[in-house]
């Protein structure tokens, strides 16, 4: 090993904001000054900016992903004896959401790009399925052209998971735009991130987004008038105005991470067991993650950290397998392709602000683990 080594976290949120922690602490100040902490003006342009981001008619900032989720649910009525199809090898908040509100989580196995099969989704549509929840995992979009043919078949609404992907694309439309709602996260590692939890729903049902503002708001309708049980599920001000900062830089980092991704195609490819994520005519990805298989995926994260390379797993145990999901009565062997990915998969470092020198790094130290033990 080399005596003097590069170290390359998988993530660097303190080098993401060194250069914009002048504008972000102005952006504080002046929420500060003003005191309108819950609901003020900066949500409401965060909103703004982001459904003309998307695509949508209107955006409602939320506390975090898993609670866009929740309310999605929430306000299309989905709950009790209903059932909601998704994909196993997604983060459990996907399923955890549907689970919470008295409904059953389905799951369809997933193909090679790590999004559902829509062959498999169609198979496990039963007179109980209310909604699609496709994930855009890794931030690649799902399938949505066949999805939307499928749901609209079935009269099922389609809620899209999308907090890997903002800026993902099929044929020029975002995620986002193409379900009944779309459902952000914005945690701080996200790739639109806060400085804490925080989350956003887009949709284009103006009378879907009225009633989203006042499901977040404990279902107030006024001030005084409750029109229903509702949560506190609010976008804070200062995190609105930390988000609208970075919006600013959102296209350029995306395609920062699409750069790193082009050059670990270029420098990867063609290495003997290991497969790489790969691009679809179409498709816009925007690489929240860079995550590459090879049956020996243990061997190689040691290999990688050992050089100073960090890397992780999203996610090790599909969803399906966790004890939380016990009750649901699914067994090892149900879904197969996801399966062996979670014990092949391995995220890459991608972050927008790693340096040339270090993503050469990266790629240098996965040849030699291919090269030297194949
Ligand atoms: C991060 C994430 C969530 C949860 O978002 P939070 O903001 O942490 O609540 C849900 N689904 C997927 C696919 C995620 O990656």
Same mark, same amino acid.
Request: aromatic fraction near 8%; charged fraction near 25%.
């Given at each position: 090993?080399?005596?003097?080594?590069?170290?390359?976290?998988?993530?660097?949120?303190?080098?993401?904001? #060194?250069? @914009?922690?002048?504008?972000?602490?102005?952006?504080? &100040?002046?929420?500060?000054?003003? =005191?309108? /902490?819950? +609901?003020?003006?900066?949500?409401?342009?965060?909103?703004?900016?982001?459904?003309?981001?998307?695509?949508?008619?209107?955006?409602?900032?939320?506390?975090?992903?898993?609670?866009?989720?929740?309310?999605?649910?929430?306000?299309?009525?989905?709950?009790?004896?209903?059932?909601?199809?998704?994909?196993?090898?997604?983060?459990?908040?996907?399923?955890?959401?549907?689970?919470?509100?008295?409904?059953?989580?389905?799951?369809?196995?997933?193909?090679?790009?790590?999004?559902?099969?829509?062959?498999?989704?169609?198979?496990?549509?039963?007179?109980?399925?209310?909604?699609?929840?496709?994930?855009?995992?890794?931030?690649?979009?799902?399938?949505?052209?066949?999805?939307?043919?499928?749901?609209?078949?079935?009269?099922?609404?389609?809620?899209?998971?999308?907090?890997? #992907?903002? @800026?993902?694309?099929?044929?020029?439309?975002?995620? &986002?735009?193409?379900?009944?709602? =779309?459902? /952000?996260? +914005?945690?701080?590692?996200?790739?639109?991130?806060?400085?804490?939890?925080?989350?956003?729903?887009?949709?284009?049902?103006?009378?879907?987004?009225?009633?989203?503002?006042?499901?977040?708001?404990?279902?107030?309708?006024?001030?005084?008038?409750?029109?229903?049980?509702?949560?506190?599920?609010?976008?804070?001000?200062?995190?609105?105005?930390?988000?609208?900062?970075?919006?600013?830089?959102?296209?350029?980092?995306?395609?920062?991470?699409?750069?790193?991704?082009?050059?670990?195609?270029?420098?990867?490819?063609?290495?003997?067991?290991?497969?790489?994520?790969?691009?679809?005519?179409?498709?816009?990805?925007?690489?929240?993650?860079?995550?590459?298989?090879?049956?020996?995926?243990?061997?190689?994260?040691?290999?990688?950290?050992?050089?100073?390379?960090?890397?992780?797993?999203?996610?090790?145990?599909?969803?399906?397998?966790?004890?939380?999901?016990?009750?649901? =009565?699914?067994?090892?062997?149900?879904?197969?392709?996801?399966?062996?990915?979670?014990?092949?998969?391995?995220?890459?470092?991608?972050?927008?602000?790693?340096?040339?020198?270090?993503?050469?790094?990266?790629?240098?130290?996965?040849?030699?683990?291919?090269?030297?033990?194949?």
């Amino acid at each position: 090993m080399a005596v003097t080594q590069l170290k390359v976290p998988y993530v660097d949120l303190a080098r993401q904001h #060194a250069p @914009l922690k002048g504008d972000l602490l102005a952006a504080a &100040g002046r929420v500060i000054d003003r =005191g309108n /902490f819950i +609901l003020g003006a900066e949500v409401a342009e965060f909103e703004r900016r982001f459904a003309d981001l998307c695509g949508t008619a209107d955006a409602v900032g939320v506390s975090s992903g898993g609670e866009a989720l929740a309310l999605s649910l929430k306000v299309l009525g989905i709950g009790n004896g209903d059932e909601v199809i998704s994909a196993p090898n997604s983060f459990v908040g996907s399923a955890s959401s549907i689970a919470l509100t008295g409904a059953k989580p389905v799951f369809a196995d997933v193909d090679d790009s790590f999004n559902l099969d829509p062959a498999k989704v169609e198979a496990a549509i039963t007179p109980r399925t209310k909604a699609l929840m496709p994930i855009h995992l890794t931030g690649r979009p799902a399938d949505m052209e066949r999805l939307t043919e499928i749901a609209g078949r079935f009269h099922l609404y389609i809620i899209e998971d999308a907090a890997q #992907a903002v @800026l993902a694309a099929r044929g020029g439309k975002r995620v &986002g735009a193409w379900g009944t709602t =779309g459902c /952000f996260s +914005l945690h701080p590692l996200k790739t639109l991130n806060a400085l804490g939890d925080a989350g956003v729903i887009t949709t284009d049902d103006q009378d879907l987004a009225d009633r989203l503002r006042v499901l977040r708001n404990f279902g107030l309708r006024t001030r005084d008038e409750c029109a229903e049980w509702s949560t506190n599920s609010r976008l804070d001000t200062l995190q609105a105005a930390m988000l609208l900062v970075k919006l600013d830089r959102l296209e350029a980092w995306t395609e920062r991470r699409r750069a790193n991704a082009a050059y670990y195609f270029e420098k990867l490819s063609g290495l003997p067991g290991l497969k790489l994520p790969f691009d679809r005519p179409g498709e816009y990805q925007v690489h929240h993650t860079f995550v590459i298989r090879s049956q020996r995926r243990d061997e190689l994260k040691a290999f990688l950290a050992a050089r100073g390379v960090g890397s992780s797993i999203h996610y090790p145990i599909p969803i399906h397998l966790q004890p939380a999901a016990k009750s649901l =009565g699914y067994k090892r062997g149900d879904f197969p392709v996801a399966e062996r990915q979670a014990a092949e998969i391995l995220s890459l470092p991608i972050h927008h602000d790693l340096e040339q020198h270090e993503l050469a790094y990266v790629a240098q130290c996965v040849t030699e683990f291919f090269e030297q033990t194949s």
